[in-house]
């Protein structure tokens, strides 16, 4: 194997191509990763228990987690939850079923393109919470308005993602794939597809912090549920230990959420890339 | 696998039903937005032949090939094979491209099977892929992804998967020229041995006169003739003796010189 020698060891593996290693692997970079959070929850009880805040800017650590444990017994904080994660699961699947949808379709066909590709980007112009008003008045204050901005937020960056990708699918795999004799839905199923798959996992990703910032847009503007509404409710009532406790919620969810589908973005890429 | 590349234990082809087709070039020509890059081409291709296409860089050695796989049509003169005019996609044709091309997510035999013809069974089409992975030497590796795998063997991949398809055309657009000096005599070798196995049409596209010289029935040197615009064939030698031949052998070096030449390259230097 002499002449192989020169094998091209270049891996996609995130790991082995970046430089120092973290020691320990996987436990090791989750400890890392906890480490940030820790110092800050440890210079938060500084602050408040040695007085350099009060407790009307800052409550403590414990009298958060007192809140917490105050709305859990009331039976409030697992409705708050499940109605906000609800929602932005249901407008991220109708968003990116969307986007995937149009993306494909403009991102393939030149015709589809010059007919609808001028209208969306005007669309995508517009500052997404400009539609707030509008979706208010049509929908009223229900649930239909507030997954429709959502999915409105989660539409564009899989849209755009898939129509990109597509557009720059390498035009010589394409020409090998015809020279083959692969054609319409076979040459499509068999390369383009096959190579957007990454981009369209980073697209998702994308998708579902936005479907989080429009949860929280449309449930601060109206909703009598869910963290967006127990972070007004409790700014209108003075109750900043709930209001951080409703932040902490968010950064956690929404950090949750998008470590799943990382996981499924690592896993298309090491097969599909 | 070196020594194996150097003496090739040959694989006999268990279901040879390929059959090597003529190709006619008829007054070919091609002009892109009005300029005129090929005119005038007329070649006759025997069934069985290899031959080789030489010519400066850009004076259409690709157009031409891809006249003939269908992936581009001429705008004059026509390319026919086996008597009937290419129009379209040829599947009678199968393509080696100078770079891989292969699918990065798939393995290096699935890669091989997007050779076969549509509508060829899974045992038929999997015993195929594996006859030739042999006869390519990467057997062992079938199972790898294209980036954890040579250029060499890439390229073989390459040649494996237009084989699949058991062309009577064999059209290869400078299918070594990425690879360095070694590997590239190793493949001319591996080439030899295929067209032996499965003695199919070869149209081969290359920019290096000693593999012309190496591997080709005929040399066709496409140029412009002077103060041309376009290109057409301007010389077209027969090159004697069986293969594999002595690299150094007297008549192939007086060929050598006068391919040079007419390549604009001053034999003496080289
Ligand atoms: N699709 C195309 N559109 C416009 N010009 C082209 C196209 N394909 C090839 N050409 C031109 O035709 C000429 C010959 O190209 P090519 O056949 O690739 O040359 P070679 O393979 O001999 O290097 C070049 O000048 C190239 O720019
Ligand atoms: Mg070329």
Not at chain 1, 55 to 61: K, T, V, W
Not at chain 1, 156 to 161: A, E, I, L, R, Y
Not at chain 2, 4 to 29: I, K, M, Y
Request: glycine share 10%; hydrophobic share 50%; aromatic share 4%.
């Amino acid at each position: 194997m002499s002449t192989d020698s020169s094998l091209d060891t270049r891996e996609a593996t995130p790991t082995s191509t970046s430089g120092s290693r973290i020691p320990g692997s996987a436990l090791g970079r989750i400890g890392l990763g906890a480490l940030v959070p820790l110092l800050v929850l440890a210079l938060w009880q500084s602050a408040t228990s040695l007085g350099w805040v009060t407790s009307a800017q800052l409550p403590s650590p414990a009298s958060v987690y007192s809140a917490a444990v105050d709305l859990i017994e009331r039976g409030e904080l697992a409705t708050h939850i499940g109605i906000s994660t609800q929602r932005v699961l249901v407008g991220f699947a109708i968003g990116a079923v969307l986007g995937l949808g149009f993306g494909a379709l403009v991102g393939l066909s030149r015709l589809a393109d010059a007919l609808l590709g001028p209208t969306i980007g005007a669309f995508r112009a517009v500052p997404s919470l400009a539609w707030v008003p509008l979706l208010i008045l049509w929908m009223k204050i229900g649930e239909d308005s507030k997954i429709t901005l959502i999915a409105i937020g989660a539409f564009f960056p899989v849209f755009t993602t898939v129509y990109l990708a597509l557009r720059h699918v390498d035009k010589n795999l394409i020409e090998a794939g015809r020279a083959f004799g692969l054609k319409g839905i076979k040459l499509l199923t068999t390369i383009q597809l096959p190579a957007v798959v990454p981009a369209i996992f980073s697209g998702l990703r994308l998708a579902l912090a936005q479907a989080w910032l429009f949860l929280v847009a449309a449930e601060l503007i109206a909703s009598s549920m869910g963290l967006g509404f127990l972070l007004t409710d409790s700014q209108n009532n003075g109750r900043i230990d709930r209001l951080i406790l409703a932040i902490i919620l968010l950064a956690v969810i929404g950090k949750a959420t998008d470590a799943l589908v990382g996981l499924a973005e690592r896993w298309a890429v090491k097969r599909w890339a | 696998m070196t020594s194996t590349l150097d003496h090739p234990t040959l694989v006999a082809p268990t279901s040879v039903s390929s059959t090597a087709l003529r190709v006619t070039f008829q007054g070919v020509g091609r002009s892109f937005d009005g300029r005129e890059v090929l005119r005038d081409v007329d070649l006759e291709v025997t069934p069985g032949e290899v031959v080789a296409i030489l010519g400066p860089s850009g004076c259409g050695k690709s157009t031409l090939l891809r006249s003939v796989s269908g992936l581009d049509q001429p705008s004059a003169g026509r390319v026919l094979i086996d008597g009937t005019a290419v129009n379209g996609l040829d599947t009678r044709c199968a393509v080696a491209f100078q770079e891989p091309r292969l699918l990065p997510w798939q393995s290096v035999a699935r890669n091989v099977s997007l050779g076969l013809p549509r509508g060829t069974d899974r045992a038929s089409g999997s015993a195929r892929v594996a006859e030739l992975l042999e006869l390519v030497e990467l057997d062992a590796h079938r199972d790898l992804r294209p980036r954890e795998i040579s250029g060499g063997m890439a390229q073989r991949t390459s040649l494996a998967r237009a084989l699949a398809r058991r062309p009577g055309v064999l059209l290869l657009d400078e299918p070594f020229g990425a690879l360095d000096a070694l590997t590239r005599l190793k493949m001319q070798d591996l080439l030899l041995d295929i067209h032996g196995a499965y003695p199919t049409t070869v149209l081969l596209v290359t920019h290096d006169v000693d593999e012309a010289l190496q591997l080709a029935d005929r040399i066709v040197v496409l140029g412009r003739p002077d103060d041309a615009t376009a290109a057409t064939v301007t010389q077209l030698l027969t090159v004697q003796g069986a293969r594999p031949r002595i690299r150094n052998d007297e008549a192939l070096g007086r060929m050598r010189s006068s391919l040079l030449a007419s390549l604009g390259v001053d034999a003496h230097r080289h």
